[in-house]
């Protein structure tokens, strides 16, 4: 009974380089959250996806970032062209029904040199 | 917009003694109300959260919490902490009233330390 799944736990790129960040929800879970925790700070909400389908994303910055949760597979935040203040942990949750309560994963620190 | 306010950004407790760390919200309708706890490297935990009904709710770990409306208020309450509840704590609320009910709003955290 595995929870939500997240890999890498730790993430190193320099600047300029691509990071992407995987996350497996729960079994028979088809809502995906993804949410930045910048230290000392609490989470902030990126986005939520259901399969193949992105139904909120108005907590993504513009540019450079991505998010997706293919009908197979994991769902993956993708962050092109990294720079100094994308250093953070990167938390995903998941939910069997978008009113019900999230489960989070253990996250992925992403830090940029 | 809803909103979290915890004012409390560190407490510092002594074992055995009671524990309450406030959340604030501001919502134009009824909220839903969470509280999560975040152990050093490790991801949230969802210790209660209220929907509905019954203004006291209890969570896992001896954790309670009482809706207030009239006060904003979703305060999280433990009556003797023990050394393995040193965590930051995260009062989350979330919008019932969209279809993008996974927009959580996070408060900033309360880290607790319990001291022997």
């Known amino acids: ?113 | 917009a809803q909103s979290v306010t915890q004012p409390d950004i560190h407490i510092t407790v002594s074992e055995g003694a009671s524990l309450e760390l406030r959340c604030n919200y501001s919502y134009g309708a009824t909220p839903y109300l969470f509280w999560y706890v975040q152990s050093p490297g490790q991801g949230l935990q969802l210790l209660l959260k209220y929907f509905s009904g019954d203004t006291l709710v209890q969570g896992i770990k001896g954790f309670e919490a009482e809706f207030k409306r009239s006060q904003s208020s979703f305060n999280l309450r433990k009556p003797s902490v023990h050394w393995s509840d040193a965590a930051e704590y995260f009062c989350a609320v979330g919008d019932m009233t969209t279809d993008s009910w996974g927009k959580f709003q996070f408060g900033a955290g309360t880290q607790v330390v319990v001291t022997p």
């Open chain 1, 1 to 113: 009974n595995a929870g939500v799944m997240q890999n890498p736990r730790h993430l190193v790129r320099r600047r300029g380089q691509e990071a992407r960040l995987r996350c497996s929800p729960m079994k028979g879970h088809s809502h995906v959250y993804w949410y930045r925790q910048l230290p000392e700070e609490g989470l902030k909400f990126m986005v939520y996806l259901q399969k193949e389908n992105i139904i909120d994303e108005s907590g993504m910055p513009k540019e450079r970032f991505s998010a997706e949760f293919p009908k197979e597979g994991p769902s993956i935040l993708r962050i092109q062209q990294v720079v100094r203040g994308d250093s953070a942990a990167y938390f995903c949750a998941s939910s069997d029904y978008s009113n019900q309560p999230q489960h989070f994963g253990d996250g992925t620190r992403l830090s940029i040199l």
